[in-house]
């Protein structure tokens, strides 16, 4: 698989890789529980408490939004696909919480001073290049009060790039599947997910890109958009160490 490396991301290029496919096998690639628990990870390693204000960039159907709510936040969640916000939104109405669900582009956001906390869960920050992944930064750090704090999920780039390549998920539902192919590109420094979709009787394709990036890259970048300190942890909000098989970068504005 080629791609071209300086290819500029526009949203369109997301728009067919985050359709009803991605929120029908949502349950089966995160079950509930798991769900609930990468829930209360965000919650401690962001310091949340009752009636604090967060937001998620990049929220997808919510099912970590809505959760923060039913916790006692006051949840705001941005999203380029209108049809995993208006899922987003069905199932806050189940739960009987209330979220605020924006359709928007996560360089340009509409909020300036109002959140304590905000983060980029399950490998949402690095979709764009290099330059318009740090105004990502920027603008998270705009909408955040003093003191706020910002997480920020991804891979760890050090392990990733330990295992041989390409890696292959599949999971299956009832008789659909959905197979990830991932495969690095090491002289871009960005990962790519060739999704296949069997579902009905039909098969689709859809593709992925992320900027792959380290601690030492983290911490530059936060810093320049406004960041005072940075910490590092791995899974679950334990150390982090090369063996980690994510990083967890937490900054502080």
Known sequence: ?????????????????????????????????ESDRQTGIIWDLLSLGQGGSVLELGCGYGRITNRLAKRGAQVAGLDISPILLKEAEADAAERGVNVEYVLGDMRSLPW???????FLWYTTFGYFDDADNETVLREAASSLRKGGRLLID???RV???????????????????RIDILSNDVLSDRSHIERIIVRDGSVRRTHLSFRQYGLSEYTRMLRSAG???VEAYGEE?????????????????
């Open 237 to 253: 909000g334990r150390a982090f160490t090369s063996d980690s098989s994510r990083l967890m970068v937490v900054a502080y504005k």
């Open 227 to 229: 960041f005072e300190t």
């Open 159 to 177: 392990l990733l790039l330990r295992h041989k390549l390409p890696i292959c998920n599949v999971w299956q539902r009832n008789d659909d599947v």
């Open 154 to 156: 991804h891979h760890n």
């Open 1 to 33: 698989m080629n791609y071209a490396i300086s290819k500029k991301v526009s949203l369109s290029d997301f728009e067919p890789y985050f359709r009803e496919d991605y929120v029908y096998f949502g349950d089966v690639v995160n079950p509930p529980e």
């Open 112 to 118: 300036r001073d109002r959140f304590d906390a905000a």
